[in-house]
C-alpha cells in the first residue's frame, strides 16, 4: 500500500513552547487512523503542526510524496490536506449551500454526494451556518472538508458535545467515509469506544510523543491494556 503521510521527528509547539516532542508516524493510504490521549497531550497541537499553524521546532512532513515541512497553511489545503478544527471552521453568515460551493473543488466528492451523506444539511441548504444546531454545523464542517477533495482529512474531536443521538449519526457518516469510501484520515477522540470501531489503527499520545500504536481492532480487543495505555497520559 502507498504510504500518504509520513512524519518524521516532528516538534512543535507555540512560541518557545515545544508540545509535540519528537513524533514520527506514518499512514498509508485509504486507512484511518485514531488519535487518543488524555487532555493536553498534544493531539490537537500534533494536527495543527499538520495543518501549519503551529511552530515547528524540528522535523519533516510529506504528503503523497510531497515535502509539505515549509508549505505555509493557507497552500496545505491545496496539497491535500482537509481540516476540521475543534472549533468547526464554517461561514456563519453563509448558507449551507453557498458553505459547501465557495470551498468545493473537482473531485469525486460533489456538493450533491455531501448532502446525500448528510440528508440533513440537503433540507438546510438555504439556512445560514448561525441558524444550524452544533451537530448540523459540525456535519457541515465535515462536508466542507469532503468537498474539497483532500487526500488526507483532519477531523479534532468532531463529536464533542454534541448530544448523543447525533453523534450516532455522525459516526455513521464518518464510518461511510472512511470504511466504506477508504478516505484517509486522522481522527482525534476522547472516547476510545467510540473511534475504534470506525477505524484501521490507533495511536496514544502521552507528553507530546507516540506511546503506542495498534490496530484498533487489537485495542478494542483488550481494553484493559487500552486502560493503561491511555493512563500513561494522566500520570
Ligand atoms: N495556543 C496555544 N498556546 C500555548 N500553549 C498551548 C496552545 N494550545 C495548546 N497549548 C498547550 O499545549 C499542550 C497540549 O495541548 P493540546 O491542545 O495539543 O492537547 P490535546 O491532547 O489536544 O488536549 P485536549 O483534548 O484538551 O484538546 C497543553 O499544555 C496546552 O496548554
Do not use: C
Not at 447525533?166 to 469506544?193: C, F, H, K, T, W
Amino acid at each position: 500500500m502507498a504510504e500518504l503521510l509520513k512524519v518524521e521527528g516532528l516538534k512543535s509547539g507555540y512560541g518557545e513552547a515545544v508540545v509535540v516532542q519528537g513524533i514520527d508516524l506514518t499512514l498509508e493510504a485509504g486507512q484511518s487512523l485514531a488519535l487518543l490521549g488524555r487532555n493536553g497531550t498534544g493531539k490537537t497541537t500534533l494536527m495543527n503542526t499538520l495543518v501549519g499553524v503551529t511552530r515547528r521546532h524540528a522535523g519533516r512532513i510529506s504528503l503523497a510524496g510531497q515535502d509539505i515541512t515549509n508549505l505555509p497553511a493557507h497552500l496545505r489545503a491545496g496539497a491535500g490536506i482537509g481540516w476540521v478544527p475543534q472549533e468547526r471552521n464554517i461561514f456563519k453568515s453563509l448558507t449551507v449551500h453557498e458553505n459547501l460551493t465557495a470551498v468545493a473543488r473537482p473531485g469525486p466528492w460533489t456538493v450533491e454526494r455531501a448532502y446525500e451523506m448528510f440528508p440533513r444539511l440537503a433540507e438546510r441548504k438555504s439556512n445560514m451556518g448561525n441558524q444550524l444546531s452544533g451537530g448540523e454545523q459540525q456535519m457541515l464542517a465535515v462536508a466542507r472538508a469532503l468537498v474539497l477533495n483532500p487526500k488526507l482529512l483532519l477531523l479534532d474531536e468532531p463529536l464533542e458535545g454534541l448530544a448523543p443521538i447525533i453523534v450516532e449519526e455522525l459516526l455513521r457518516s464518518i464510518a461511510r467515509v472512511v470504511r466504506d469510501e477508504g478516505m484517509s484520515a486522522i481522527i482525534v477522540e476522547q472516547n476510545p469506544r467510540m473511534i475504534l470501531p470506525i477505524t484501521h489503527t490507533a495511536v496514544v499520545l502521552d507528553r507530546g510523543q507516540v506511546v503506542h500504536r495498534d490496530s484498533s481492532e487489537a485495542l478494542l480487543a483488550a481494553p484493559d491494556q487500552l486502560d493503561r495505555w491511555l493512563a500513561v497520559a494522566k500520570a
